[in-house]
């Protein structure tokens, strides 16, 4: 195991594992996941990333280079996560987390005292709590500070794959509570369907597709690999509200 302590007594850089989920499918998980890796591989930050979709995982398709598996219902393989974080003093932990795996991740982060080593061995633990504009997604947000109040580091993502009105979520009271708790809140616009659909026939990362001019039938035009350029821009400046 690499040793955290720095050359000349200097503290170590502190590790921060992200782990993105929402619980609920198809509120664009993934997406955040894949995003958050491109932001990653764009600004030069090391990171590991871990996927814990048996099925298709986003990260092990689209940035396979980066990501291993891990099985959310096995301790041994979730230490792994931990593990990554304190070896390398100042990396990110990218976790993209399938839809139902909220009690195992519950179960092995109180069974195993993860919260409470954290500052020990030198990382941070951050819960990226991916929200439609749905109630479910405001009811998912209520138990998780329920369950964990001041004791986690929180981002709500808001993401617009369905509206950008995120009024029950205002009115409900969970976004003042969450953001008392020092959560950071960030806008994830939505992206074209048809940028999306010929990113994923391609099997693309977000930079291949934006840098491929080869002109095939599922490469993006010139107009659609701007409206990339345009929505990247904008995730990463929300993005950067996170990771300061």
Known sequence: MTSLNAPGGTPPATSKIHMIGGEKGGVGKSMVSRLLAQYFIDKDIPFVGFDTDRSHGALLRFYSDYASPVLIDRFEALDHIVEAAVE???????????????EPLVKWIDDSGVLNMADDTGFTLHYWHVMDSGRDSVDLLARLLDRYGKNLNYVLVLNQLRGDDFGQLERSGQLERALGLGA?????????????????????SFWA????TSGGDASLRLMERQRLTMWLQHAYEELAKAEA
């Not at 390398?88 to 909220?102: C, S």
């Not at 597709?209 to 491929?212: G, N, R, W």
């Open 88 to 102: 390398l003093p100042g990396v990110r932990v990218l976790v993209d987390l399938a839809a139902q795996t909220h």
């Open 184 to 204: 950071k809140v960030v806008s994830i616009k939505h992206l074209s369907d048809a940028v999306v659909q010929k990113i994923d026939a391609n099997n693309s």
């Open 209 to 212: 597709a934006k840098t491929d």
